[in-house]
Every structure is written in structure tokens, then in C-alpha cells.
């Protein structure tokens, strides 16, 4: 075969480095620190993907503390994302609840509000219920009130999941709880058809709101006003709600349906709710006409 001159230093200049970028990824992958170093004394690229992951992604999901380690302190860095789908590196250390990785990576600067998929890492912790894990990321900065894409906060998750220490940890560290302002006295001038039509387009989905109708997902809303929490038969209730004592009185439904996940975390209903106050107001002054005898205005 007749190779031109002039080709041959191109190929002596790319064929090692193709060698060395599959040694670094393989060496990291097995967490063979002596192979690391000499394929980055070679002159690979310390960042270098395989197309999905860095050498200190691969070295971290494989578990191995000296190979990551040894890739920080050769200046990795310790946010590339090279996929997305697949995040930073620290998402395989909080997959394994590998405490001295997490604690590595922050300490080298990793972001702990990195994300992956529309969650933050605070959320990743929180849904593997690693306690040591969210401390980490919330005294390295995270933010306790992030939300997923679809509005669900650490909070909201650890409730649902009934991580009580997890809960406590993130309401002592900074979880705000909003509270929308009282509406009561905005019920007499509300308009309840506008009210019927936002429910029928947003929650007639999952619950029925006659009294024969008997329950959707969601329990059936006749007479929910003076109605006591969460007390349907055969619906089976977040501890969130079965825990608020009391009845449905204007005030709760404007707390609970401001936005659900955000005011009154772990309940089963994870939509966004009616931040809206004029249509919270309507909707609530309809629910009040759920009823063989509403409740009388404040
Ligand atoms: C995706 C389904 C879904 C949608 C949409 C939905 N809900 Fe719910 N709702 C639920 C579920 C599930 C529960 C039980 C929640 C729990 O146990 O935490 C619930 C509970 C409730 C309760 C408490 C009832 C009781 O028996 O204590 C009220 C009030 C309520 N929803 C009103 C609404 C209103 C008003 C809307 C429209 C803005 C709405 N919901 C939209 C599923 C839904």
C-alpha cells in the first residue's frame, strides 16, 4: 500500500492520542490510578469524553475514591457534562451514596445544584432517601426550595416518601412555606360560573362533584366545604392531609390549593394549583355551591 509522505506525521500525531483518550476512559473506569497517570503523562486529555462521560465521571460511577481522587488533583473538571442525560459526576456518586465522592466533588467545587433530567441533585438525594447526602449538598449550597420541572420540591418528596429526618433536616435549613393572603371576605363578589368552568377544564379530571358521582383519583368534592379532611371511604390519603386536622374550612382550600406540593407538602394531588388568586377566589366560592346547603359567606 502506498501511503503519501505527507500523511504519515498526521497519523503519527492521531493514532496515540485515539490510544490514549480509550486508555484513560478504560483505566478510569477500573480505577487503575497507575494506568490514569501514565495515559495523562502521554498527553491525554484529562476531560476528554468517551462521547458520554469524562475519565472522572467514569472513575466515580465505578466507585473508585484514589482514581477520582488523582483526576481532581490533575485538574478534572469537576462540573463537565459532556451528556446531559447523564449529568456531572456527581450524580453517580449520590446513585451509590458514596459520602467520600459527594464530599470530593463539592469540595473541589463541584455546583450542588447541578441537574440532571429537570431534577437538582438535592432532589436525587431526597428520592434515595440518603439523609448524609442532603446534608452534604445543602452545607455545600444547594438550594432546599428547588423545583423540578414539574413543580415538586426536596420537601414535597420526602414527604410523600415519609422521610421524617430528611423532612425536619430541610425544614430547619431553610424551606420556605408560602402563604397565600386570606380571601374569605373576596367570596360575596366572586364568579362562581367562572369558577364551575375552571373546574370542569382543571380538576373534573379527578373528581366527580355530585353527590352520586362517588370518587375519581381524587375523593368526591360534594359538600367539601365544612367537610371533614380527608375523610372519603376508599381513598387512600397522603399522611400530609390525613395529618391537618379539622375541617375544609375557605381558608385551608385557599392554603391548599394555592399550590399544593408548595403549601402543604406530600399530599398526593401534585399539580401546580391556582396561584391565581381571582380564580382561587371563584373556584372556592363554586366549591361552596357543592352543596345541599352551602355554608354561609364570611
Ligand atoms: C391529578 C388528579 C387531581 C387533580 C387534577 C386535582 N385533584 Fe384534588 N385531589 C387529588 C388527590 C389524589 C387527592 C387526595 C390528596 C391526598 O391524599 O394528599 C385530592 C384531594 C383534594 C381535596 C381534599 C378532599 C378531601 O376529601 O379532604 C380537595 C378539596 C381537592 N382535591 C380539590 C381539587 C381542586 C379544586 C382541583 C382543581 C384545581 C383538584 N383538586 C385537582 C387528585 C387531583
Redesign the pocket.
Known amino acids: 500500500m502506498r501511503v503519501s509522505l505527507l500523511f504519515i506525521p498526521l497519523l503519527l500525531v492521531h493514532i496515540p492520542i485515539v490510544a490514549h483518550a480509550d486508555a484513560i476512559h478504560d483505566a478510569a473506569k477500573e480505577g487503575d490510578v497507575a494506568a490514569i497517570t501514565a495515559a495523562l503523562d502521554a498527553g491525554a486529555g484529562v476531560d476528554e469524553s468517551d462521547g458520554h462521560a469524562t475519565p472522572l465521571f467514569l472513575a466515580v460511577r465505578g466507585g473508585h475514591f484514589a482514581a477520582a481522587k488523582l483526576l481532581v488533583e490533575r485538574g478534572a473538571d469537576v462540573n463537565a457534562t459532556p451528556d446531559p442525560r447523564l449529568g456531572s459526576a456527581l450524580m453517580p456518586a449520590l446513585a451509590k451514596r458514596r459520602i467520600d465522592l459527594i464530599n470530593l466533588l463539592l469540595d473541589a467545587g463541584a455546583n450542588p445544584n447541578s441537574d440532571r433530567g429537570g431534577q437538582s441533585a438535592l432532589h436525587v438525594a431526597v428520592t434515595l432517601s440518603c439523609l448524609d447526602c442532603v446534608k452534604a449538598l445543602v452545607e455545600a449550597g444547594a438550594d432546599v426550595n428547588a423545583k423540578t420541572k414539574d413543580g415538586k420540591t426536596p420537601l414535597h418528596l420526602a414527604k410523600l416518601k415519609g422521610q421524617r429526618e430528611v423532612a425536619d433536616y430541610l425544614l430547619s435549613h431553610g424551606v420556605v412555606l408560602p402563604t397565600p393572603a386570606p380571601i374569605s371576605m373576596k367570596l360575596a363578589s366572586a364568579d362562581v360560573e367562572k369558577g364551575r368552568t ?2 370542569t377544564r ?2 373534573a ?3 366527580h362533584a355530585d353527590p352520586q358521582g362517588g370518587n375519581k ?3 368526591n ?1 360534594w359538600s ?1 366545604v365544612g ?1 371533614d ?4 371511604a376508599g ?1 387512600s ?2 399522611d ?2 390525613l395529618a391537618w386536622e379539622g375541617v ?1 374550612t375557605y381558608e385551608d ?1 385557599n392554603k ?2 394555592f399550590g399544593p406540593m408548595l403549601t402543604t407538602p406530600g ?5 401546580p ?2 396561584p391565581d388568586e381571582t380564580e382561587r377566589v371563584n ?1 372556592i366560592a363554586y ?1 361552596r355551591t357543592l352543596s345541599d346547603k352551602p355554608i354561609p359567606l364570611p
Request: aromatic share 14%.
Open positions: 375552571y373546574f382543571v380538576c379530571g379527578c373528581h383519583t381524587g375523593p368534592l367539601v367537610r379532611k380527608a375523610s372519603m381513598i390519603y397522603s400530609t392531609l375544609w382550600l391548599y390549593l399530599v398526593k394531588m401534585e399539580i394549583g391556582v373556584l366549591l
